[in-house]
């Protein structure tokens, strides 16, 4: 099924009536993990999808929702200088999902102008660096609140265990650094950056099993996303070669057993920023089967709760039960970018732009 103009636009509508309608965002702004079809129920609300909601509103065309979203994360997850997994019990608090809301933070800053969000921004950003970090200098992935204590890693779970992936979430310290002028900031992206860059070698497979290889792709794929801003240094452009290279063959190799619908996304969004830097030219045939397969993961459902959001992933007897924000909002902005795709002659998207 090829992508063409009025197939991305319906897509988009679809999705966006999702994210405004659907009632993943509830009252409070706040924005569930996912919505369970099996159980007809949203999962609890979490503060890292609502950071990721932020931008993606803002990208939709819905300020005031993403106003919602953003005010929930500053006046109501927010509180004695910590940001919490799920505010109902406030038990953890992760490195990475305060990376995603800074970002979320500061789209809805430079949107608005609304300072509050900056300061919040700014305030999270200094706990990531100075409460997370450990004393060999990695980031804890997870700490216990309220005291801060890191959790006891997991090495069979990439998500408990400092990695290559977390460098997504220093994009926040980047933008952080561009926003306020400070060099704190600047340093510990590119510290992050120079550990990520000694250490993504060993990340994939990682795994015996195919569905945690999967699970593993999504994470190297934030990897690649974090090199960004740094992206036309020679060390990140060799990176990136190798990452695209190295996601697209283990995604060949098992897709006939497990996908998930923001891998497809992510590796697209790749190929097309890497193709626009002049840093890995673009792989037609490869992106247009993956923008086809992803927009296969598009739900049509006669229920609102449903139509139009992606399922997160599938398995050989079909669809999870799990109708994704992330996986929706990583998937319209391939799809978009995949339409939009620059010419040789146009500027390539800014990083920023980057769910």
Partial sequence: MPIDSLLADFLWSRATRWFTSSGIQEASGGVARHYRADLEKNSPVSTEITGYTVSTLLLLGHPEQATAAARFLTRQAWSNGSMPFEIAPARFTYFFDCGIIVRGLLAAWRASGDAEYLEVAKA?????????????????????LPDKTPVARDSQRWSQCPGCYQLKAGL?????????????????????????????????????ETPKIVDRLHAFL???????????????????????????????????????????????????????????????AA?????????????????????????????????????????????????????????????????????
């Fill in 222 to 284: 934030y990897f690649l996303e974090g090199l960004l801003p740094q992206a036309e240094s020679e060390p990140c452009g060799i990176a990136l070669c190798e990452g695209i290279r190295l996601v697209a063959c283990h995604l060949n190799r098992t897709s006939h057993e497990f996908e998930r619908s923001d891998v497809y996304a992510q590796l697209l969004r790749m190929r097309i920023f890497a193709d626009a830097l002049g840093i890995v030219p673009l792989d037609q």
């Fill in 172 to 208: 926040a310290w980047w933008e952080l650094f561009e926003a306020t002028g400070e060099p704190c900031f600047c340093e510990a992206y590119q510290g992050l950056l120079d550990q990520s860059l000694r250490s993504y070698g060993t990340f994939l497979p990682g795994h015996p």
């Fill in 124 to 144: 999270i950003g200094e706990v990531m660096r100075t409460d997370f970090v450990s004393p060999n200098g990695e980031y804890h992935s997870v700490l216990a």
């Fill in 287 to 355: 992106a247009a089967q993956e923008a086809s397969t992803l927009a296969g993961f598009q739900a049509a459902s006669t229920d609102k709760r449903i139509d139009g959001g992606f399922y997160f992933g599938r398995k050989q007897h079909g669809w999870l039960p799990f109708i994704n924000p992330v996986s929706t909002a990583f998937a319209v902005q391939a799809l978009a970018l995949w339409e939009q795709r620059p010419s040789p002659s146009e500027a390539s998207p800014p990083w920023h732009q980057l769910i």
